[in-house]
């Protein structure tokens, strides 16, 4: 049985909705591509929460709840995707992202695993 890797169309679309979606803050555009059953991790969400023993949220609310957190917090932050990488079932998204007009940049990596063009897990690394 051969292993079906992601089509162009769908790496785009991620692409697009990730980068163009948090710099225009748009939440219903971030969080297009995830499924209902998403699981989510990122070393941010303890920050977030103030409980440094979460490190995961399951489902399509609790993780849209915890973006449109984000987004309030991080309004005048500005993300450019300097790389993608495809693999069979998943695409790593490599990035920048810092104040707008200046001031520091930091890198970060977001792998998202696909599953029938929608992602079913995403893990932020910084």
Do not use: Q
Not at 64 to 83: D, Q
Not at 87 to 110: E, F, H, M, R
């Amino acid at each position: 049985m051969a292993i079906a890797t992601l089509d162009d169309e769908t790496v785009e679309m991620l692409k697009r909705h990730w980068e163009v979606g948090w710099n225009s803050g748009d939440l219903d555009m971030i969080m297009a591509p995830f499924a209902p059953d998403v699981v989510f991790s990122s070393p941010g969400i303890s920050m977030m929460t103030g409980d440094p023993s979460k490190t995961t949220i399951e489902g399509h609310e609790a993780l849209r709840s915890y973006i449109e957190g984000a987004l309030g917090r991080t309004s005048g932050v500005e993300y450019t995707l300097t790389a993608t990488y495809i693999g069979t079932d998943s695409v790593v998204i490599v990035y920048t992202c810092g104040l707008v007009g200046g001031g520091a940049k930091k890198l970060g990596a977001d792998s998202m695993r696909v599953d029938d063009g929608k992602v079913v897990e995403w893990r932020c690394h910084y």
